[in-house]
């Protein structure tokens, strides 16, 4: 695979080709890479999902019908819940039963947590979109103890106290929990722990937090997952090296599955980009720095690689995506952001990176995935606007699960100012029926790009291209239909594909 390099190539050319090899096959594109996270933070959650029972805006059990129906289009593989930093604060017996407790979000703008969507309504909600459980679990303000007691209540199917409690409070069958988080940031907001004590701690939770649900036995077991780096600093590298040694060596009792990678598109934490009303300066950096993610994922991959050469560990990238500026208006603590076709661009490029590393890259979480941050979906009480991100994943439906195809290509390069990018991006794979797709991106904004694509076989080939007028053009609730997929027109002749690429445009096609 020749993949895009910055500054090698050629000046702008109208022109780009691609090959195909589909006599090639490489990993699976595991589904789980379009997993989304959803935190007790700001409206993501109160608003977003839980509008209660009570509410005027159509709900089942106090889940919003119009978002279940939104993200069920979109097939959410799991959701990460409840945090997020907020994870590391939460007591789930607060979440259960008649008399929820009110408490305290102080990390995300100090206000009341009513507790009201705990932990039946999480798992109605999963239920609800056909997604599976991702669970982070207390590690920096909790116990031990605490943690698998929550797994004790959610799974056993031995009549303990446990499992009486969560039968009276409606839910007599042990639930799946597919995935567990043991802390989340924990060199950071999860308790700014060293890796030595980390490590520790990551032990006795994988000891004792256990799943004993019978139908997770075998092939279906709960897979663990260890806080990892957080970005490119020295501490980062000693963190993930530290764990990765110590599992190759990792006695009987304790073991994980999966080692975790934030790693967020800002630029600078402080004075943070517009997500709104910016123009192609800001759209040329922040896509440069989302294309940072590249050198993250090969780094810590390769680290891995090293003490897990049958990359038994995935690398789980659970929270990613763009970090703007909060709204004027808005409160700051609730990371409320719009979201435009940069995002669209951003998430496509971000996704073709994990495709292309899916050997290693199982899964990951776009944070947030409602009206938080790179949300998919916007609320306003009962409206609801679907934003460009939330089309990408769309588009992307047919890459769940498919397996990866080379491509081979010569980006070309788009300039603005002293920014460099590959002008081109483009991932293939074939999908679980045997179709062959292929996604390609147009990250200049200024110039269409003629593709040609040698090596197709087939006779016909259609698909879908998402653009919009403006790099800052957004969906909002007045006007929810401005950056909106349409059908695209390919030309398949002689195995040879050609179609026009509109400027800053993200497209995915079959071939049939
Ligand atoms: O997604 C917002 C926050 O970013 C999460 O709570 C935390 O894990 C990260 O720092």
Redesign the pocket.
Known sequence: MILAVIGIAPAQTDKVKLTIDTSKSGAKIDRNIFGQ?A?H?GYGVYEGIWVGPDSKIPNTRGIRNDVVAALKAIRVPNVRWP????ADEYHWRNGIGPHRAVTLNP?WGGVVEPNTFGTHEYMDFLDQIGAEAYLSVNVGSGTPQEAAEWLEYLTTIQATTLAKQRAANGHPAPYKIAYLGIG??SW??GGNMSPDYYLSQLKIYSRFVRNFNPAQQGKDQMLKIAVGPGGNEPRFIEWTESIMKAWQNHQWSWDLQGLSL?N?TVVRWDNKFASVGFGESDYAQILKSTLEMEDLVSKYSGIMDKYDPQKKIALVVD?WGSWYAPLPGSNPGF?VQQNSMRDAILAALNLNIFARHAGRVRMANI??MIN??QAMIMTDKEKMVLTPTYHVYKMYLPFQDATFVPVNFNAGVYTHEQISLPRVDAIAARDTTGKLWLEITNVDPNHAVDIEVTGIPGKKASGQILTAPKVDSVNSFQSPNTVVPKPVSAKLESGMLTLRLEPKSVTVISVE
């Open positions: 996270f935190e933070l945090g997020g930093c907020f990390n989340n940031e950071d907001c934030h967020y929270e990371l944070a947030q938080v941050l």
